[in-house]
C-alpha cells in the first residue's frame, strides 16, 4: 500500500512537545541566580581575603611593637646594673583574678566583690585593670582568689584555648572574626588579635573588650592545688603571686 508522503511532516509536528513558558521563565531566572550567586561568593571570598591579611598585618605589627618594648626594657636593665643603678619597670596595668574557694562561709562583702569580678564559680578567671578602687578590692578578696600579672603568652593562651563571647547573653564560641567586627568594629576592633591587644595593653576600650569576652572556665590545676587556707607566701595558694601566675594558668588551661 502506498504512503502519502506530503501527510508525514504534519503528523512529526503535531507529535512534537511544545515547552511551557512557565518552564521557559522558570529555567532563566534559575540560570541568572546561579550566575549571582557565583559573582557573590567571588566577591565575599575577595573580601574575606583582605579581611586576613590586614587581621594578619594588624598582629605583625602588634608583635613587633611589644619585642621593640621588650628590647628596650633589657637595655635599660643592663645599662642601669653597668652604672651600679636600679631599674624599676612600670606598675602592672591588669591584673588575672582566678576563684580558687566555693561559696560556702564567705563573707558579704567578698561575694559581692566577686559577682562584680564575674567569679561566681570556682577555676573562674576574669581581667581585672588595676587601680586603686580594685586594688583594695582584691586585697578583700584576697582569702579566695589566686592572682597575679599575665604576660602577653599567657593572655593570648587564655583567649585562644578557653575564650568565648558574649552574644545576646549567651556563651558563644569565637569561631569567625566578622563576629568580633560586627560587636567591636566601632572601636576599630577588628579580629582576635586587637581584643588581644586591647586587654593586655590595657586601651582606651578595655572596659567594652573585657565584658565582651565571657570569663574564663579553667581545670583544676595539674598536680592540684597545695593549700588553699594559706597565702601565697607561705606556701599555699591565695593571694598575690605577680608573675608566676603564668605558671598557674599554664597547669589550668
Given at each position: 500500500?502506498?504512503?502519502?508522503?506530503?501527510?508525514?511532516?504534519?503528523?512529526?509536528?503535531?507529535?512534537?512537545?511544545?515547552?511551557?513558558?512557565?518552564?521557559?521563565?522558570?529555567?532563566?531566572?534559575?540560570?541568572?541566580?546561579?550566575?549571582?550567586?557565583?559573582?557573590?561568593r567571588a566577591h565575599l571570598r575577595k573580601v574575606n581575603l583582605l579581611k586576613r591579611r590586614k587581621a594578619f598585618t594588624r598582629a605583625e605589627n602588634f608583635v613587633r611593637e611589644h619585642r621593640q618594648k621588650v628590647s628596650e626594657v633589657r637595655r635599660?636593665?643592663?645599662?642601669?646594673?653597668?652604672?651600679?643603678?636600679?631599674?624599676?619597670?612600670?606598675?602592672?596595668?591588669?591584673?588575672?583574678?582566678?576563684?580558687?574557694?566555693?561559696v560556702n562561709k564567705i563573707p558579704p562583702k567578698p561575694r559581692k566583690i566577686m559577682q562584680l569580678f564575674r567569679l561566681r564559680q570556682i577555676n573562674n578567671a576574669t581581667l581585672v585593670k588595676l587601680n586603686q578602687a580594685t586594688i583594695r578590692m582584691?586585697?578583700?578578696?584576697?582569702?579566695?582568689?589566686?592572682?597575679?600579672?599575665?604576660?602577653?603568652?599567657?593572655?593570648?593562651?587564655?583567649?585562644?584555648?578557653?575564650?568565648?563571647?558574649?552574644?545576646?547573653?549567651?556563651?558563644?564560641?569565637?569561631?569567625?572574626?566578622?563576629?568580633?567586627?560586627?560587636?567591636?568594629?566601632?572601636?576599630?576592633?577588628?579580629?582576635?588579635?586587637?581584643?588581644?591587644?586591647?586587654?593586655?595593653?590595657?586601651?582606651?576600650?578595655?572596659?567594652?573588650?573585657?565584658?565582651?569576652?565571657?570569663?574564663?572556665?579553667?581545670?583544676?590545676?595539674?598536680?592540684?592545688?597545695?593549700?588553699?587556707?594559706?597565702?601565697?607566701?607561705?606556701?599555699?595558694?591565695?593571694?598575690?603571686?605577680?608573675?608566676?601566675?603564668?605558671?598557674?594558668?599554664?597547669?589550668?588551661?
Amino acid at each position: 500500500m502506498a504512503v502519502d508522503t506530503k501527510k508525514a511532516p504534519a503528523v512529526a509536528n503535531a507529535t512534537k512537545k511544545t515547552v511551557p513558558e512557565s518552564l521557559l521563565k522558570k529555567a532563566k531566572l534559575n540560570r541568572l541566580q546561579t550566575k549571582a550567586n557565583a559573582l557573590r561568593r567571588a566577591h565575599l571570598r575577595k573580601v574575606n581575603l583582605l579581611k586576613r591579611r590586614k587581621a594578619f598585618t594588624r598582629a605583625e605589627n602588634f608583635v613587633r611593637e611589644h619585642r621593640q618594648k621588650v628590647s628596650e626594657v633589657r637595655r635599660l636593665q643592663r645599662a642601669a646594673r653597668i652604672n651600679g643603678n636600679f631599674y624599676v619597670p612600670d606598675q602592672a596595668k591588669v591584673a588575672l583574678v582566678i576563684r580558687i574557694k566555693g561559696v560556702n562561709k564567705i563573707p558579704p562583702k567578698p561575694r559581692k566583690i566577686m559577682q562584680l569580678f564575674r567569679l561566681r564559680q570556682i577555676n573562674n578567671a576574669t581581667l581585672v585593670k588595676l587601680n586603686q578602687a580594685t586594688i583594695r578590692m582584691l586585697r578583700m578578696a584576697e582569702p579566695y582568689v589566686a592572682y597575679g600579672y599575665p604576660n602577653l603568652t599567657t593572655l593570648r593562651n587564655l583567649i585562644y584555648k578557653r575564650g568565648f563571647l558574649k552574644v545576646d547573653g549567651k556563651r558563644t564560641a569565637i569561631t569567625d572574626n566578622n563576629l568580633i567586627e560586627k560587636h567591636l568594629g566601632k572601636y576599630n576592633i577588628v579580629c582576635l588579635e586587637d581584643i588581644v591587644k586591647e586587654l593586655y595593653t590595657v586601651g582606651p576600650h578595655f572596659k567594652q573588650v573585657n565584658n565582651f569576652l565571657w570569663h574564663f572556665k579553667l581545670s583544676n590545676p595539674r598536680g592540684a592545688w597545695r593549700r588553699k587556707a594559706h597565702h601565697y607566701v607561705e606556701g599555699g595558694d591565695y593571694g598575690n603571686r605577680e608573675t608566676r601566675i603564668n605558671n598557674l594558668v599554664k597547669r589550668m588551661i
